[in-house]
Protein backbone atom coordinates (compact mmCIF):
# COMPACT_ATOMS: atom_id res chain seq x y z
CA UNK A 1 0.00 0.00 0.00
CA UNK A 2 1.21 3.66 -1.22
CA UNK A 3 -1.41 5.77 0.52
CA UNK A 4 -4.18 6.55 2.93
CA UNK A 5 -7.80 7.46 3.04
CA UNK A 6 -8.80 9.11 5.98
CA UNK A 7 -13.22 8.50 6.82
CA UNK A 8 -14.02 11.33 9.49
CA UNK A 9 -16.21 13.71 10.05
CA UNK A 10 -16.10 17.58 11.05
CA UNK A 11 -17.68 19.08 14.38
CA UNK A 12 -20.07 21.39 13.06
CA UNK A 13 -22.96 23.28 14.70
CA UNK A 14 -24.77 22.32 10.97
CA UNK A 15 -25.76 19.14 9.93
CA UNK A 16 -23.69 19.39 6.76
CA UNK A 17 -20.39 18.73 9.36
CA UNK A 18 -21.98 15.26 10.46
CA UNK A 19 -21.16 13.37 7.20
CA UNK A 20 -18.69 11.37 5.71
CA UNK A 21 -16.10 13.06 4.18
CA UNK A 22 -13.00 11.86 3.02
CA UNK A 23 -9.16 13.20 3.40
CA UNK A 24 -6.17 11.62 1.24
CA UNK A 25 -1.83 11.52 2.49
CA UNK A 26 0.57 9.39 0.32
CA UNK A 27 2.98 9.64 3.44
CA UNK A 28 0.34 9.60 6.60
CA UNK A 29 1.80 12.98 7.58
CA UNK A 30 0.86 15.45 4.98
CA UNK A 31 -2.98 15.28 4.43
CA UNK A 32 -4.95 17.26 1.50
CA UNK A 33 -8.81 17.58 2.04
CA UNK A 34 -10.98 15.61 -0.73
CA UNK A 35 -13.79 17.33 -2.52
CA UNK A 36 -12.73 20.65 -1.84
CA UNK A 37 -13.37 19.64 1.62
CA UNK A 38 -17.41 19.07 1.14
CA UNK A 39 -18.72 15.63 2.21
CA UNK A 40 -19.04 12.61 0.07
CA UNK A 41 -21.66 10.96 1.29
CA UNK A 42 -24.98 11.86 2.99
CA UNK A 43 -26.87 10.40 5.85
CA UNK A 44 -30.41 10.12 4.87
CA UNK A 45 -31.49 7.62 7.32
CA UNK A 46 -32.13 7.82 10.74
CA UNK A 47 -31.10 10.92 12.80
CA UNK A 48 -29.83 11.81 9.00
CA UNK A 49 -25.93 12.74 10.80
CA UNK A 50 -23.24 10.53 11.16
CA UNK A 51 -20.50 10.22 13.67
CA UNK A 52 -17.92 8.24 14.67
CA UNK A 53 -16.68 6.59 11.12
CA UNK A 54 -14.47 3.42 10.59
CA UNK A 55 -13.54 1.75 7.25
CA UNK A 56 -12.09 -1.45 6.57
CA UNK A 57 -10.89 -3.57 3.64
CA UNK A 58 -13.12 -7.06 3.61
CA UNK A 59 -10.97 -10.12 2.30
CA UNK A 60 -13.08 -9.94 -1.29
CA UNK A 61 -11.70 -6.53 -1.86
CA UNK A 62 -15.12 -4.33 -0.82
CA UNK A 63 -14.89 -1.27 1.30
CA UNK A 64 -17.53 -0.92 4.32
CA UNK A 65 -17.92 2.12 6.28
CA UNK A 66 -19.97 2.42 9.72
CA UNK A 67 -20.84 4.91 11.74
CA UNK A 68 -22.84 6.11 14.66
CA UNK A 69 -26.65 7.12 13.95
CA UNK A 70 -26.44 10.40 15.60
CA UNK A 71 -26.65 13.99 15.14
CA UNK A 72 -26.39 16.46 17.30
CA UNK A 73 -27.24 19.44 14.99
CA UNK A 74 -30.47 17.72 14.11
CA UNK A 75 -31.52 15.89 17.50
CA UNK A 76 -29.40 17.43 20.73
CA UNK A 77 -31.69 20.20 22.08
CA UNK A 78 -34.99 18.92 20.47
CA UNK A 79 -35.16 14.71 20.98
CA UNK A 80 -32.23 14.81 22.96
CA UNK A 81 -33.49 18.38 25.33
CA UNK A 82 -29.75 19.33 25.45
CA UNK A 83 -28.87 16.62 28.05
CA UNK A 84 -25.82 13.78 27.01
CA UNK A 85 -27.54 10.94 29.45
CA UNK A 86 -30.54 10.79 26.71
CA UNK A 87 -28.39 10.22 24.23
CA UNK A 88 -26.45 7.69 26.31
CA UNK A 89 -29.76 5.86 27.35
CA UNK A 90 -32.17 6.75 24.26
CA UNK A 91 -29.97 6.92 20.85
CA UNK A 92 -30.40 5.22 17.87
CA UNK A 93 -29.84 1.42 18.15
CA UNK A 94 -28.49 1.13 14.68
CA UNK A 95 -25.53 2.00 12.75
CA UNK A 96 -25.27 3.38 9.41
CA UNK A 97 -23.50 1.04 6.85
CA UNK A 98 -22.33 2.04 3.55
CA UNK A 99 -20.29 -0.50 0.76
CA UNK A 100 -18.46 -0.17 -2.37
CA UNK A 101 -15.85 -1.86 -4.31
CA UNK A 102 -13.79 1.23 -5.80
CA UNK A 103 -14.25 3.58 -3.03
CA UNK A 104 -16.08 6.12 -5.47
CA UNK A 105 -19.30 4.09 -5.98
CA UNK A 106 -20.99 3.71 -3.06
CA UNK A 107 -24.14 1.65 -2.32
CA UNK A 108 -27.24 3.19 -0.70
CA UNK A 109 -27.27 3.85 2.76
CA UNK A 110 -28.32 0.88 5.47
CA UNK A 111 -29.49 0.89 9.05
CA UNK A 112 -27.81 -2.21 10.89
CA UNK A 113 -30.06 -2.20 14.04
CA UNK A 114 -27.05 -4.39 16.65
CA UNK A 115 -29.41 -3.34 19.49
CA UNK A 116 -32.13 -4.42 21.22
CA UNK A 117 -34.58 -2.71 23.94
CA UNK A 118 -31.76 -3.38 26.39
CA UNK A 119 -28.80 -0.89 24.93
CA UNK A 120 -28.55 2.82 25.22
CA UNK A 121 -26.89 4.14 21.76
CA UNK A 122 -24.47 2.57 20.05
CA UNK A 123 -21.33 4.64 19.87
CA UNK A 124 -18.12 4.69 17.35
CA UNK A 125 -17.88 1.43 16.19
CA UNK A 126 -14.95 -0.24 14.79
CA UNK A 127 -14.45 -3.30 12.73
CA UNK A 128 -11.34 -5.52 12.85
CA UNK A 129 -11.11 -9.20 11.51
CA UNK A 130 -10.41 -12.12 13.41
CA UNK A 131 -8.28 -14.33 11.63
CA UNK A 132 -9.00 -17.77 13.95
CA UNK A 133 -12.22 -17.39 12.58
CA UNK A 134 -11.99 -15.56 9.15
CA UNK A 135 -14.57 -12.88 10.21
CA UNK A 136 -15.28 -9.52 11.19
CA UNK A 137 -16.07 -8.25 14.77
CA UNK A 138 -17.58 -5.05 15.01
CA UNK A 139 -17.30 -3.71 18.10
CA UNK A 140 -18.37 -0.31 19.61
CA UNK A 141 -19.24 1.71 22.98
CA UNK A 142 -22.63 1.37 24.51
CA UNK A 143 -24.54 1.82 28.24
CA UNK A 144 -26.77 -1.51 29.09
CA UNK A 145 -29.57 -2.03 30.92
CA UNK A 146 -27.88 -4.59 32.87
CA UNK A 147 -25.69 -2.21 34.82
CA UNK A 148 -28.83 0.35 34.72
CA UNK A 149 -27.57 1.89 32.38
CA UNK A 150 -24.20 2.82 34.14
CA UNK A 151 -21.01 2.86 32.81
CA UNK A 152 -20.36 1.93 29.22
CA UNK A 153 -18.69 -1.30 28.30
CA UNK A 154 -17.85 -2.60 24.61
CA UNK A 155 -20.11 -5.03 23.04
CA UNK A 156 -19.53 -6.65 19.83
CA UNK A 157 -21.17 -8.80 17.10
CA UNK A 158 -19.81 -10.92 14.38
CA UNK A 159 -20.18 -11.15 10.38
CA UNK A 160 -18.61 -12.31 7.36
CA UNK A 161 -20.89 -10.27 5.04
CA UNK A 162 -21.75 -7.43 6.70
CA UNK A 163 -25.89 -8.40 6.16
CA UNK A 164 -25.51 -11.38 8.97
CA UNK A 165 -24.79 -9.99 12.11
CA UNK A 166 -24.58 -12.84 15.59
CA UNK A 167 -26.36 -11.33 18.56
CA UNK A 168 -24.19 -8.68 20.55
CA UNK A 169 -21.97 -9.75 23.38
CA UNK A 170 -19.79 -8.16 26.03
CA UNK A 171 -16.23 -7.70 24.84
CA UNK A 172 -14.87 -6.15 27.74
CA UNK A 173 -15.90 -3.96 31.01
CA UNK A 174 -13.63 -1.43 32.94
CA UNK A 175 -14.02 -2.13 36.69
CA UNK A 176 -13.39 1.22 37.98
CA UNK A 177 -14.51 3.48 34.88
CA UNK A 178 -16.78 3.31 31.49
CA UNK A 179 -14.91 2.83 28.35
CA UNK A 180 -15.53 4.06 24.97
CA UNK A 181 -14.08 4.62 21.47
CA UNK A 182 -12.68 0.92 21.13
CA UNK A 183 -10.18 0.49 18.19
CA UNK A 184 -7.87 -3.32 18.11
CA UNK A 185 -5.49 -3.83 15.61
CA UNK A 186 -3.04 -7.04 15.03
CA UNK A 187 0.91 -7.20 15.54
CA UNK A 188 3.50 -10.30 15.30
CA UNK A 189 -0.06 -12.42 16.47
CA UNK A 190 -0.92 -9.95 19.12
CA UNK A 191 -3.83 -7.74 19.56
CA UNK A 192 -3.35 -4.50 20.93
CA UNK A 193 -6.69 -2.46 22.40
CA UNK A 194 -7.45 0.70 22.70
CA UNK A 195 -9.76 2.31 24.71
CA UNK A 196 -10.96 5.71 26.24
CA UNK A 197 -10.98 5.25 29.71
CA UNK A 198 -13.32 7.88 30.86
CA UNK A 199 -11.94 7.71 34.46
CA UNK A 200 -8.79 6.34 36.28
CA UNK A 201 -7.04 7.23 34.20
CA UNK A 202 -9.53 10.01 32.02
CA UNK A 203 -7.15 9.16 28.90
CA UNK A 204 -6.16 6.68 26.38
CA UNK A 205 -5.30 3.41 27.43
CA UNK A 206 -3.74 0.01 25.61
CA UNK A 207 -4.05 -3.09 26.34
CA UNK A 208 -2.51 -6.56 24.93
CA UNK A 209 -4.05 -9.82 24.11
CA UNK A 210 -3.64 -12.64 22.58
CA UNK A 211 -7.30 -12.95 20.23
CA UNK A 212 -9.56 -10.14 19.16
CA UNK A 213 -12.36 -11.56 21.90
CA UNK A 214 -10.04 -13.44 24.41
CA UNK A 215 -9.98 -12.21 27.89
CA UNK A 216 -6.20 -12.44 28.59
CA UNK A 217 -5.65 -8.59 27.63
CA UNK A 218 -3.18 -6.09 29.85
CA UNK A 219 -2.68 -2.78 29.78
CA UNK A 220 0.88 -1.41 28.04
CA UNK A 221 2.81 0.43 31.30
CA UNK A 222 5.10 2.75 28.48
CA UNK A 223 1.69 3.90 26.68
CA UNK A 224 0.04 4.59 30.31
CA UNK A 225 3.29 7.09 30.71
CA UNK A 226 3.35 8.95 27.24
CA UNK A 227 -0.58 9.37 27.92
CA UNK A 228 -0.44 10.86 31.73
CA UNK A 229 1.77 13.73 29.79
CA UNK A 230 -1.52 14.81 28.78
CA UNK A 231 -4.12 16.60 30.29
CA UNK A 232 -6.63 14.68 31.34
CA UNK A 233 -10.07 14.62 29.65
CA UNK A 234 -9.72 16.26 26.61
CA UNK A 235 -8.32 13.35 24.37
CA UNK A 236 -10.57 10.53 22.65
CA UNK A 237 -11.11 8.14 19.26
CA UNK A 238 -7.98 6.71 18.47
CA UNK A 239 -6.90 5.58 15.33
CA UNK A 240 -3.96 3.86 14.53
CA UNK A 241 -1.88 2.84 10.96
CA UNK A 242 1.61 1.76 9.95
CA UNK A 243 3.48 4.27 8.41
CA UNK A 244 5.82 3.68 5.25
CA UNK A 245 8.97 3.34 7.34
CA UNK A 246 7.75 0.83 9.72
CA UNK A 247 6.59 2.61 12.81
CA UNK A 248 2.77 3.49 13.73
CA UNK A 249 0.92 6.19 14.16
CA UNK A 250 -1.68 6.87 16.20
CA UNK A 251 -4.21 9.79 15.78
CA UNK A 252 -5.72 10.73 18.73
CA UNK A 253 -8.83 13.03 18.81
CA UNK A 254 -8.43 16.47 20.78
CA UNK A 255 -11.48 18.32 22.06
CA UNK A 256 -10.58 19.98 24.47
CA UNK A 257 -11.18 23.52 22.54
CA UNK A 258 -14.49 24.65 21.14
CA UNK A 259 -14.86 25.09 17.18
CA UNK A 260 -11.85 24.92 14.97
CA UNK A 261 -9.05 24.22 17.62
CA UNK A 262 -10.30 20.80 18.01
CA UNK A 263 -9.23 17.93 15.68
CA UNK A 264 -6.39 15.19 15.42
CA UNK A 265 -2.87 14.93 17.11
CA UNK A 266 -0.66 12.71 15.98
CA UNK A 267 1.39 9.87 18.05
CA UNK A 268 4.52 7.75 16.81
CA UNK A 269 5.97 4.64 18.20
CA UNK A 270 7.99 1.94 16.56
CA UNK A 271 5.91 -0.52 17.14
CA UNK A 272 2.37 -1.33 19.15
CA UNK A 273 4.09 -3.83 21.37
CA UNK A 274 6.85 -1.42 22.45
CA UNK A 275 3.65 1.28 22.98
CA UNK A 276 5.84 4.48 23.92
CA UNK A 277 3.69 6.75 21.53
CA UNK A 278 5.41 10.41 21.33
CA UNK A 279 3.28 13.33 20.33
CA UNK A 280 4.77 14.25 17.00
CA UNK A 281 2.61 17.64 16.01
CA UNK A 282 5.24 18.95 14.27
CA UNK A 283 6.06 16.20 11.84
CA UNK A 284 2.30 16.06 10.45
CA UNK A 285 -0.02 19.21 8.60
CA UNK A 286 -3.76 19.03 8.21
CA UNK A 287 -6.31 21.54 5.96
CA UNK A 288 -8.60 21.88 8.86
CA UNK A 289 -10.04 20.24 12.13
CA UNK A 290 -10.51 16.11 11.56
CA UNK A 291 -12.80 14.37 13.73
CA UNK A 292 -13.62 11.02 14.82
CA UNK A 293 -12.59 8.65 12.22
CA UNK A 294 -10.14 5.79 10.84
CA UNK A 295 -7.39 5.97 8.48
CA UNK A 296 -7.24 2.88 5.79
CA UNK A 297 -4.05 1.77 3.84
CA UNK A 298 -4.82 2.53 0.43
CA UNK A 299 -2.72 1.79 -3.50
CA UNK A 300 -1.73 4.59 -5.39
CA UNK A 301 -4.16 3.61 -7.63
CA UNK A 302 -6.98 4.15 -5.80
CA UNK A 303 -5.47 7.17 -4.33
CA UNK A 304 -5.91 8.66 -7.85
CA UNK A 305 -9.01 7.50 -8.08
CA UNK A 306 -10.45 8.90 -5.08
CA UNK A 307 -8.74 12.15 -5.91
CA UNK A 308 -9.90 12.52 -9.40
CA UNK A 309 -13.01 11.49 -9.00
CA UNK A 310 -13.61 14.28 -6.45
CA UNK A 311 -11.93 16.65 -8.02
CA UNK A 312 -13.83 20.40 -8.29
CA UNK A 313 -13.99 20.08 -12.28
CA UNK A 314 -15.41 16.46 -11.73
CA UNK A 315 -17.99 16.91 -9.22
CA UNK A 316 -19.64 20.01 -11.04
CA UNK A 317 -19.53 18.34 -14.30
Known amino acids: MD ?3 FVHFKEKPTPDGEQVYFALSRDGFNWESVNGGHYVL ?12 TIIRTD ?23 DW ?8 KSLSLWESDDLVNWSEQRLVELGDENFGCLWAPDIVRDPTQGDYVVHWSSSHKSNGYGEKGIYYSRTRDFKQFSAPQLLVQKADSGIIDSAIYEEDGFFYRFLKSEANPETLILEKGSSVAGDDYVRI ?7 AKLEQGLYEAPT ?17 VPGEGQ ?7 DSLADGRFVRSDESFSFPYGFKH ?3 LSITSEEYERVKRHYSPEVASS
Open 60 to 82: EGKFVILATDLSLANSFHGKYKG
Open 293 to 295: GTV
Open 263 to 269: GYVPFIA
Open 3 to 5: AYL
Open 42 to 53: ESTLGEKGVRDH
Open 221 to 227: DAFDEEM
Open 240 to 256: AFKLPNGKWCLMIDYYG
Open 85 to 92: ANIGTGGS
